[in-house]
């Protein structure tokens, strides 16, 4: 059976994933399969789960596709421990074929950024990026891999992936995943093929070939899908004003039944919108609890208008006067992303010492590449040892030169150096607070810091 837990909270989610285990599977030392969305989700959630189970063991949290190459390799037969077509592979096996195929006629668009030969950088570039597009060809577009073996396609991709099958051979995701459908068709698989149970925490969407696979799965056994949903209401339908504007031209949107529901969902919300569709026709059990944000700051109005779809001064929801002094929701604008680094750490420094009782695991930052931002977060937020009297200006970007500055010995200096102890990093940053009235609280990282602190906007201008 699929069963589909919502909520706007995601501790909400995990208490109701805490009360699934409590179940007991058959046989009793088999492990628990969580799917995730990453490493710090799955951190958090072994935390989580311990303190409301007491103890939280033999939990595996793979991400949606390893656990599915899992599956494959349990009812298929001959199934490698690691895909030969992964990105990681694809590439250094481009890098190999491409200059022998380049003076094909198919392939002049790459011959042209391939002119020169000898030049191994452009080589691997290249090769990445069309590694790259291969794997999401294989996720999102199983139907072009398909088209393309039985002959199909008219431009450069279509040839060079004959070349890839026929040297690697068989046994990509695509195939993989027909062969494991029509097993599961078939009959049931032996009984230790499959886990007794299978749960989805958090994950904020999957393609549609993989959730494919999770409802075919739930014809077998328990699927477990535990959503963070920020609605209440049925929002599927809900267009953009964008969206309602190129769809309706000279007609009223009312004749075609669009609405907006709330603007800022309906403008942001587009791929958690197309997911819940797909996960509704796959016909679920339903279960949800939603919690009532309240309306006691702009942050909490704010949710408490999406979870009830609707646009605050319409609809007879009255405008709510801000305070002066209510924070929950802060935009900074930063000239760059070392800037954004050091606004992050004086705000984090600023948060933990007006509130004693914060704690890192409350705190969550995230970012849509952490690559980029890693060695600006070491360079703000590592420890350095530092001569007495004065501190580094490098962390301000001023070319590594040192400004003489006093070390304060305030009462305020002090406090602000106990609170930049608790601050934590790491390059897995997690979502742990994502959802729901939680979302009060400001980002931070996390990674253990010692030694002493720098003064809040220490040269910056």
């Not at 009360?19 to 710090?40: C, F, K, W, Y």
Request: glycine share 6%; aromatic share 6%; hydrophobic share 40%.
């Amino acid at each position: 059976m699929l069963i589909l837990h919502q909520s706007n909270r995601l501790e909400r989610l995990a208490d109701a994933l805490a009360e699934v285990l409590r179940v007991p599977m058959s046989p009793a030392l088999a492990p628990e399969t969580i799917a995730v969305q990453s490493n710090g989700m799955a951190r958090w959630l072994r935390m989580r789960l311990a303190d409301r189970l007491g103890v939280a063991a033999n939990i595996q949290c793979p991400l949606p596709a390893s656990l599915i190459w899992q599956l494959f390799g349990r009812v298929l037969p001959d199934v490698p421990e690691q895909s030969p077509y992964d990105r990681e592979v694809l590439v250094w096996r481009l890098m190999g074929m491409l200059p022998a195929l380049l003076d094909a006629e198919p392939f002049a668009p790459l011959r042209a950024y391939l002119a020169d030969r000898d030049d191994d950088l452009r080589g691997y570039q290249l090769a990445s990026r069309i590694a790259d597009l291969y794997d999401q060809y294989l996720v999102y577009r199983p139907d072009w891999i398909l088209s393309w073996e039985r002959g199909g396609g008219d431009t450069w991709h279509a040839p060079l992936w004959h070349e890839l099958v026929r040297g690697i051979g068989g046994g990509h995701r695509v195939q993989m995943q027909e062969r494991f459908l029509a097993a599961l068709a078939g009959g049931p698989p032996g009984e230790d093929a499959l886990p007794a149970r299978l749960s989805l925490f958090g994950i904020p969407t999957l393609p549609p070939a993989q959730l494919a696979v999770f409802a075919r799965l739930a014809e077998c056994l328990d699927v477990h899908i535990f959503l963070l949903n920020p609605c209440r209401q049925f929002w599927a339908e809900i267009r953009s004003e964008r969206e309602i504007a190129r769809r309706v031209k000279d007609r009223d949107p009312r004749e075609l039944y669009l609405e907006t529901g709330n603007n800022l969902l309906a403008a942001c919300g587009k791929q958690g919108r197309d997911f819940l569709t797909l996960l509704l026709d796959c016909d679920p059990h339903e279960e949800a609890v939603f919690d009532e944000p309240g309306e006691d700051s702009l942050l909490h109005c704010l949710q408490t208008d999406i979870l009830h779809l609707r646009n605050r001064g319409e609809d007879g929801a009255a405008r709510t006067p801000i305070r002066t002094d209510d924070r929950s929701i802060q935009i900074h604008s930063c000239h760059g992303p070392m800037r954004e680094i050091e606004v992050l750490y004086d705000q984090l420094l600023a948060l933990f010492e007006a509130d004693p009782e914060l704690e890192p695991g409350d705190v969550a930052v995230m970012t849509p590449d952490i690559e980029a931002y890693a060695p600006l977060i070491e360079a703000v937020f590592a420890p350095r040892s530092r001569p007495a009297g004065f501190l580094s200006a490098s962390r301000t970007g001023v070319s590594g030169r040192r400004i003489r500055w006093p070390l304060p010995s305030s009462r305020c200096w002090r406090s602000r150096r106990a609170a930049s102890k608790r601050i934590r990093c790491s390059a897995s940053w997690r979502s742990s607070r994502c959802g729901g009235a939680s979302a009060s609280r400001r980002p931070t990282c996390r990674r253990s810091r010692t030694g002493s602190a720098e003064p809040a906007s220490a040269g910056c201008g």
